[in-house]
């Protein structure tokens, strides 16, 4: 069965940093893209980084560029967004889903003063 868990959200203040990890099983993990999405309330989901298993590319929104960085585990299976210079319009839901179109339950993201 195809998984894919988000966790590492919490609260934090203006300028802080959180680190999200998504953990993925049932699925061979070298073949795919995995991706972070966020989604706040009134807003249109948006992709905010993406990152290419198999050769390493990476993609960023020009919304978090510069201030979050995505990696990986390999071995692990884990996929990481770094989250730093949080401002208070990166409140959301953040989840992370596969180039197969798989995705997990989302971990929240608050960032207020």
């Known amino acids: 069965e195809v998984q894919l868990q988000a966790s590492g959200g919490g609260f934090v203040q203006p300028g802080g940093s959180l680190r999200l990890s998504c953990a993925t099983f049932?699925?061979?993990?070298?073949?795919?893209?995995i991706g972070w999405f966020r989604q706040a309330p009134g807003r249109e989901r948006e992709g905010v980084a993406c990152?290419?298993?198999?050769?390493?590319?990476?993609y960023y929104s020009d919304s978090v560029k510069g201030r979050f960085t995505i990696s990986s585990d390999n071995a692990e299976k884990t996929v990481y967004l770094q989250m730093s210079g949080l401002k208070p319009e990166d409140t959301a839901v953040y989840y992370c889903?596969?180039?197969?179109?798989?995705r997990g339950q989302g971990t929240l993201v608050t960032v207020s003063s």
């Open positions: 889903r596969n180039s197969g179109g798989h």
């Open positions: 049932g699925f061979r993990f070298d073949d795919y893209a």
């Open positions: 990152l290419s298993i198999e050769d390493g590319r990476t």
